[in-house]
Structure formats: structure tokens, C-alpha cells
């Protein structure tokens, strides 16, 4: 690690113009913690006192990142990864090679427009590969700059922008991006689910009795929704509200929608 967590600690702190004794107050953790920890007397933060100290430094993006990397060597492990999709569909060429990729150290890039599921294909491949130096999760557009994984960990740098994707690291590196990244060597390109696994989801979601009731009706929202999955887990969840409603009811509401949207 470049700087150990009390050097941070104490150049973060400095940032944000606080004293030791008004971070205490601001954090809820105690002065002679803050001090042991920063003189380096104290290797050991529990888990919630690093994330006390986190929120009352306003740490984040790269900052935020950094900050729990340099924990790691002195304190529980971090995962950050939110929870995998329970009804994940498909993707299943795309899960095996991330899976594959992770196994090295390096960026892995995934583009596709919004709403196709880059996120959830990034949770979902990383949760099935272990991480000694634990996995972090940031929200890459609040970052000023380009980031570096710790050796042995993963970050997940969500809905990144193109010029901050790290050409090089030591660990391992999840980009999401609507768009191109040309420093990027392994790219997963996302589109549409194929029709087969788009009808499975909305099976997954409701049931199939209603939709196999109708399947050119499905066929046609399945369409209408391009095959993405956020707007097919949308349509799904329409029928879900609506017992009474059949695909050719949603098919027509959704019918309606475009046809607004364009008028």
C-alpha cells in the first residue's frame, strides 16, 4: 500500500479541516482512537469505525476507495458488492468469461446502453470468485481521477467514465461504461437479452401461466422492451400489480407509451 490507514487518516482529516477532537465529535468514534490510530499505536479499526471515520471525512469515489484499501492489512476484510440479482436470466457466455478474466489481475471493461444489466453482470460473475483482499463497489463518476485495485482485491468502478479506467493494476478491475473505452484490452460488449431468455425472466418475475397464455402477445412486449432487462423486469412488475391483466393488456399499455412519447 502506498500510505498506511493512520497517514491517511491524518491527511484526509487535514482536508477536510477538522481537528482530532472535532472528527471525534462529527464520527461518534472516540479522540484517543482517532489518535491512536493516526500515530500508529493502533493498527487494528474495527469494520464500523472505518466506516464512521469514511462518512464523517466525506470521503468518495477514489478517496472513499483508497481509504478502505489501506484498511484492508489492518482490519476485517471489505465486501461491498451489493446483493446479486435473485432473478438474474442468461448472460451465460458473457458470466463464464468474466469469471475466466477474474482470475487474472487487470480491467475488464463491460459497455452497453442503459438498462441492459452491466451492473448486474458484473455483482453476479464477482460473486463467484474469491477475493483474499476483498471486493469494493464505487460509483466511478463521482471520482476525480483513476483508481488501483489492491493486490488481491477487486473494485467495481460503476458507470465509469472512459478517461478514469486504469490502464494498469496489481489487483483485479470491473468497469461498467455506457460508453466506448479504448485502453480497455478485455471488453464485454452488452445488448438485448435474446428473445428465449427475455420471455424466461418475465417467467421468473410472474409466473409463466399468464404468459403462455398469449405468446405472440409476450413475443411483442418482449419487443417493445428490446430485450432489456430493466425494462422488461418494469413490464413484469406492471403484471404483477395488475392480476387482472393479460400480455395483450401490457402490450397495448406499452403501445401507448411509445405512441405518446412520440407525439
Known amino acids: 500500500m502506498d ?22 465529535e462529527r464520527s461518534g468514534v472516540g479522540f484517543e482512537t482517532i489518535r491512536s490510530l493516526e500515530s ?28 478502505a484499501a489501506a484498511a484492508v492489512g489492518v482490519q476485517s476484510v471489505p465486501h461491498e458488492l451489493p446483493a446479486d ?38 455483482v453476479h460473475a464477482a460473486r463467484q470468485v474469491a477475493f483474499p483482499a ?11 481521477g483513476p483508481i488501483r485495485a489492491p493486490e488481491g482485491g477487486l473494485v467495481v468502478l460503476d458507470d465509469a467514465e472512459p478517461e478514469k479506467v486504469p490502464k494498469a493494476t496489481k489487483g483485479s478491475v470491473v468497469v461498467t461504461s455506457r460508453q466506448p473505452v479504448p485502453v480497455a484490452e478485455n471488453v464485454i460488449e452488452l445488448a438485448g437479452l435474446p428473445a428465449p431468455d427475455a420471455v424466461q425472466l ?23 422492451c428490446g430485450g432489456m432487462p430493466t425494462a422488461l423486469r418494469r413490464a413484469a412488475a406492471r403484471m404483477v400489480g395488475r392480476p387482472s391483466w393479460s400480455p395483450a393488456d401490457l402490450r397495448g399499455w406499452l403501445l401507448a407509451g411509445r405512441a405518446a412519447s412520440t407525439t
Open 134 to 144: 476483498g471486493e469494493i463497489f464505487v460509483h466511478h463518476r463521482s471520482t476525480p
Open 85 to 122: 440479482v435473485q432473478d438474474f436470466t442468461g448472460r451465460a457466455t458473457e458470466v463464464r468469461r468474466l469469471v475466466a478474466l477474474l482470475a487474472s489481475p487487470g480491467a475488464i471493461v463491460i459497455t452497453g446502453p442503459a438498462g441492459v444489466g452491466k451492473t448486474a453482470l458484473a
Open 40 to 67: 500508529g499505536r493502533r493498527k487494528s479499526p474495527r469494520g464500523d469505525t472505518v466506516q464512521l471515520l469514511t462518512d464523517a471525512l466525506g470521503l468518495a469515489g477514489a478517496e472513499r476507495a483508497e481509504f
Open 3 to 24: 500510505s498506511s490507514f493512520g497517514e491517511l487518516l491524518r491527511r484526509f482529516r487535514g482536508a477536510a479541516q477538522l481537528t482530532q477532537t472535532s472528527l471525534a
Open 202 to 224: 418475465l417467467h421468473r418475475i410472474t409466473g409463466p401461466d399468464r404468459w403462455q397464455q398469449d405468446p405472440a402477445a409476450t413475443q411483442a412486449v418482449v419487443e417493445l
